[in-house]
C-alpha cells in the first residue's frame, strides 16, 4: 500500500518542484542515490521499470526510503500496461509515470488513489487524461515539444498541471524556460546523475546538484 496519497504526493511535488528519474540494476547503487537526493531537498523519486527485474530492485529501494527517507514518496515510471502498475502499486509505489496513456492504467490507479502520470504529446491527449483522472500529466519528450507548447497549452487549459521529462537540465537557463512557461514540475535524470559520477559513488554530487536545481525553481518561482 502507498505510504503517501495521491494529495499528499502532488504537495510534495509542489513543494519540491524536481522529480528525479532513475534506474539501477544494483539495489544499493539505487539506495544511495535515493538517499543522496532526499539529503538535497527531493520529496518525490520515479524509479524506472527498465531492467530485468527491475520490480525486485524496487522492493528493496522503497523499503530503504521508508527508514532512511521517511518523507519520500517513492513512484515508479516507464510504465506502460495495468499489469506492471498493479505490481508496483502492491510493492507500495506512491505513483506512476509513463512514457504513454494508457487509459487501463489510469483505472488500476485510481482504484487504489495512487496519482497516474501519463506521457502525452498532444492537447487532446492531456485532455483525455484529465477526463479520466490525470492530476499531472507528463509532456513528453519534453526536448522535441518544447516550452512554446507548454505555454501554448496553459492558454486555453490553465488548469492544467504539467510535468515536463526529456531535455530538462539542472541549470537556470533551461530551467528557467520550463517553469516561465508555467510547468508544474520537472522531471531530471541523465543530466543529475553522471554515469562518472555513479561509477565513482560520488553522492555529494547528485546531493549538490538536487539542491542547486530546487534553489533554483524556488528562485524562478519566487
Given at each position: 500500500?502507498?505510504?503517501?496519497?495521491?494529495?499528499?504526493?502532488?504537495?510534495?511535488?509542489?513543494?519540491?518542484?524536481?522529480?528525479?528519474?532513475?534506474?539501477?540494476?544494483?539495489?544499493?547503487?539505487?539506495?544511495?542515490?535515493?538517499?543522496?537526493?532526499?539529503?538535497?531537498?527531493?520529496?518525490?523519486?520515479?524509479?524506472?521499470?527498465?531492467?530485468?527485474?527491475?520490480?525486485?530492485?524496487?522492493?528493496?529501494?522503497?523499503?530503504?526510503?521508508?527508514?532512511?527517507?521517511?518523507?519520500?514518496?517513492?513512484?515508479?515510471?516507464?510504465?506502460?500496461?495495468?499489469?506492471?502498475?498493479?505490481?508496483?502499486?502492491?510493492?507500495g509505489a506512491c505513483f506512476v509515470v509513463g512514457p504513454l496513456f494508457n487509459p487501463e492504467v489510469a483505472k488500476v490507479c485510481n482504484r487504489r488513489l495512487v496519482p497516474y502520470t501519463p506521457g502525452c504529446g498532444t492537447v487532446s491527449e492531456i485532455g483525455f487524461a484529465q477526463e479520466l483522472g490525470c492530476d499531472l500529466c507528463k509532456v513528453f519528450p519534453g526536448d522535441v515539444l518544447g516550452p512554446k507548447f507548454v505555454k501554448g497549452l496553459l492558454a486555453p487549459m490553465p488548469w492544467s498541471k504539467l510535468m515536463v521529462t526529456g531535455g530538462v537540465e539542472p541549470t537556470e537557463e533551461n530551467l528557467k524556460g520550463w517553469f516561465a512557461a508555467g510547468v508544474y514540475c520537472v522531471g531530471m535524470g541523465s543530466k543529475l546523475f553522471p554515469k562518472d559520477k555513479v561509477a565513482a559513488g560520488d553522492w555529494q554530487y547528485v546531493t549538490d546538484k538536487c539542491r542547486e536545481a530546487l534553489d533554483t525553481i524556488a528562485k524562478l518561482k519566487a
Open positions: 500500500m502507498a505510504k503517501f496519497d495521491k494529495l499528499q504526493v502532488l504537495a510534495k511535488i509542489a513543494e519540491a518542484p524536481m522529480v528525479p528519474v532513475f534506474y539501477h540494476k544494483d539495489a544499493e547503487v539505487a539506495k544511495a542515490v535515493v538517499k543522496a537526493c532526499y539529503d538535497g531537498g527531493v520529496r518525490a523519486f520515479e524509479f524506472t521499470n527498465r531492467g530485468d527485474f527491475a520490480h525486485e530492485i524496487f522492493a528493496e529501494v522503497i523499503k530503504f526510503a521508508a527508514k532512511e527517507c521517511p518523507e519520500m514518496a517513492i513512484g515508479v515510471g516507464s510504465i506502460v500496461e495495468p499489469a506492471a502498475a498493479s505490481l508496483y502499486i502492491q510493492q
